[in-house]
């Protein structure tokens, strides 16, 4: 992997592009927190304030017809996939409108339309639909390729050691990006997985990169490095992405496992105020970021009021979409 470009390189649109793409997650997950708190939301959210270099510095090197598969802390990859934010919050608040019909909440949005495959439940589950998509990529010889976001949890799961044997022995369309922050629910990395995923990924002769999940200029450089190798015949990749999840596992998590030192430091992990450093090094107007701010707080209002004015899903469709007619043979 070449060095990371200089900030100066990279021109000041693609900046305040890739601060309103990742401070429109940070605000629609901070939105939803509240509204969890506020039980408007049903069920369990995870929320991956801290973690928006890593979705936005990914998707940013992807076209529409891209697929990608993610994980339960998924808010950010649906969103900075594609997902419409209106049907986006009509979904997480269960509503029928949503773009799941409301059956799908936090954990599943997906959207086909943008290439969004789903969030996840179960720990490494969407890796190898990422590889299925990316198998059908192949066939279909369509020129798009799959992303399968994961987390440091999912490393000891035996479905991703067979998902990195079939893409490469295959050599899948598939770009696998590890979100790596050090925590796997309430248990450190190390006391559940006793290598790297780097180390796991050359076991199965797949190349790799590594960057600090941070800095969205480095994410996407490498990204859009991998994504042009793999589009171009070359088979699957990995990129580590070493970041920092603010927040507890779910909203509500008292996070008593974690040292007061570690969250004190989180702060300065923070991509959106590293960014924000860059933008005004280059003497960016002060103006245009907070008319971005601006536009994402109305943008945000106003899916979380069409979220409110959703209806609730009827329950004697409970099993709509779930069983399909068969034809008698
Ligand atoms: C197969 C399976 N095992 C355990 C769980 C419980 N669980 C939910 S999230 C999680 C940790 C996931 O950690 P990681 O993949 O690193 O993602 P992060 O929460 O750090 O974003 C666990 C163990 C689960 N949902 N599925
Ligand atoms: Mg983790």
């Known amino acids: ?9 990279v021109p000041i649109s693609q900046l305040l592009e890739f601060y309103e793409r990742m401070l429109l997650v940070r605000e629609a997950e901070n939105r939803l927190s509240k509204l969890f708190a506020d039980g408007e939301v049903p069920g369990f959210i995870h929320l991956s304030v801290g973690q928006e270099a890593v979705c936005v510095g990914v998707t940013s090197a992807l076209e529409t017809r891209d697929t990608l598969a993610s994980n ?35 954990m599943h949005v997906a959207d086909m339309s943008v290439g969004m495959l789903g969030a996840n439940g179960i720990v490494g589950a969407g890796i190898p639909l990422a590889v299925g998509s990316a198998l059908a990529h192949q066939v279909q010889e369509n020129g798009a390729i799959a992303v399968a976001f994961f987390g440091d949890g999912a490393l000891a799961e035996g479905v991703l050691h067979e998902s990195f044997n079939l893409a490469a022995l295959w050599k899948l369309p598939i770009l696998f990006v590890c979100e790596n922050n050090g925590w796997s ?7 559940q997985f006793n290598a790297n995923v780097r180390e796991l990924a050359g076991v199965f002769g797949i190349p790799s990169a590594f960057v600090d999940g941070d800095d969205v200029l480095a994410v996407n450089e490498a990204a859009s490095e991998l994504v042009t190798a793999i589009r171009a015949g070359e088979g699957p990749y990995v990129l580590e992405c070493v970041t920092h999840r603010v927040r507890g596992h779910f909203e509500g998590d008292p996070q ?36 971005i701010r601006g536009t994402i707080e109305a943008r945000i209002n106003a899916a979380v009021e069409a979220g409110r004015g959703g209806n609730a899903p009827d329950f004697s469709r409970a099993k709509a979409d779930v069983y399909t007619a068969v034809e008698e043979v």
């Open 1 to 9: 992997m070449s060095p990371t470009k200089s900030d100066n390189s």
């Open 72 to 106: 339960h802390r998924g808010h950010g990859h649906a969103l900075s996939k594609g997902v419409e934010l209106n049907s986006f919050f009509l979904e997480v608040m269960g509503k029928e409108e949503g773009i799941c019909g409301g059956r799908g909440g936090s």
């Open 256 to 291: 008593k496992y974690r040292a007061e030192s570690e969250i004190n430091s989180l702060p300065d992990h923070d991509p959106i105020t590293k960014l924000e450093t860059i933008i005004s090094k280059r003497r960016i107007p002060k103006k245009e970021v907070v008319a």
């Open 185 to 191: 629910e309430f248990s450190p990395t190390g006391r």
